[in-house]
DNA sequence: TGACAGGAAAATA
DNA sequence: TATTTTCCTGTC
């Protein structure tokens, strides 16, 4: 088990914050699951990294256990490089009304995700709350995911694939996962991450299609993965608040790929973040 | 304790 | 091709 002591390893980093940041709405708005809170610092623990994170008057501040994360890369994860200005005013140009919501919404980014991990998240998600989904990605990580130490407390990091390809019957019986259990288990099996480089880089329409071939992956979790771990910020996951949202917003009511449809032509190249808008404004 | 929440896939029309 | 049914765990 790696370890850290205060002190010895708790190195903060300050990054200047920008403007029209929230770091609490970023990380908790369903994007992401596994988070906790204490005393206004958030712990996200990411791929192989614990990162903790707070915000101060003039900054954001970040300490990193396990793999090292630069503080570029930081800003790429979190959406602090995104123009959000421009994306907020190219959203109320296409649909003004939809200035009062980003009025109550402020402050959330789309984060940049791993494939791997944020598919197995919302495969995870299928006909699931956030508590749920992340009590089995805990779980999962308790089993397969190295153990590791921080001065906020002992978390496991997320498997390698290569460590879920190797699971019993019984570690997988153990997460509960119901009806996804098989998708769960095809997808560890099947997965290439080179093949999820190549899709990952493919054009909107082809990697939709490549990613609806897997098992467990509709349309809104094929938009999932593409918005928060393959920078497609035109993809627009509708799930039920999403389409509560679109019928109490703009009267917008069917099937989810009629409204996923129906959102990116309103909304455009940022229909994402249209998207992470509703989600928050429908549930807060 | 039965109703309800929550998407994908398979079955059916 | 479009609609309906089934799948599972957990909460209230």
Do not use: C, H
């Given at each position: 088990m790696q370890r850290y002591t205060e002190g010895q390893y708790t190195n903060w980093q300050k990054i200047s914050l920008p403007k029209n940041f929230s770091l609490e709405r970023t990380l908790t708005c369903g994007q992401t699951f596994r988070i906790t809170e204490k005393g206004g610092t958030f712990i996200y623990v990411r791929g192989q990294s614990v990162i903790a994170l707070r915000t101060e008057k003039?900054?954001?501040?970040?300490?990193?256990?396990?793999?090292?994360?630069?503080?570029?890369?930081?800003?790429?994860?979190?959406?602090?490089?995104?123009d959000i200005e421009r994306i907020n005013r190219e959203l109320i140009k296409r649909v003004p009304q939809f200035a009062k919501v980003i009025d109550d919404t402020l402050g959330i980014r789309i984060m940049r995700q791993?494939?791997?991990?944020?598919?197995?998240?919302?495969?995870?998600?299928?006909?699931?709350?956030?508590?749920?989904?992340?009590?089995?990605?805990?779980?999962?990580?308790?089993?397969?995911?190295?153990?590791?130490?921080?001065?906020?407390?002992?978390?496991?990091?997320?498997?390698?694939?290569?460590a879920l390809k190797s699971l019993?019957?019984?570690?997988?019986k153990s997460l509960k996962l119901g009806f996804r259990e098989k998708w769960?288990?095809?997808?560890?099996?099947?997965?290439?991450?080179?093949?999820?480089n190549v899709i990952a880089k493919l054009p909107f329409e082809e990697?939709?299609?490549?990613?609806?071939?897997?098992?467990?992956?509709?349309?809104?979790v094929a938009h999932c993965i593409m918005l928060f771990s393959m920078n497609e910020l035109s993809a627009f996951p509708v799930d039920v608040w999403i389409k509560r949202g679109m019928e109490k917003l703009f009267g917008i009511k069917g099937t989810t790929q009629k409204i996923t449809k129906e959102g990116r032509n309103l909304f455009g190249p940022f229909?994402?973040?249209?998207?992470?808008?509703?989600?928050?404004?429908?549930?807060?």
């Open positions: 003039d900054g954001l501040l970040f300490s990193v256990y396990g793999e090292n994360i630069s503080k570029e890369k930081l800003k790429e994860i979190l959406g602090i490089n995104d791993e494939p791997f991990e944020t598919a197995i998240s919302f495969i995870f998600s299928v006909q699931s709350a956030i508590p749920l989904i992340r009590r089995r990605l805990d779980a999962l990580a308790k089993i397969a995911g190295k153990e590791i130490e921080t001065p906020f407390g002992t978390f496991n990091l997320f498997p390698a694939s290569s019993s019957k019984e570690e997988i769960f288990e095809e997808f560890t099996e099947k997965y290439d991450e080179k093949k999820m990697k939709e299609k490549a990613l609806l071939k897997i098992k467990g992956v509709g349309i809104k229909a994402g973040y249209a998207q992470e808008y509703i989600y928050f404004y429908m549930r807060r």
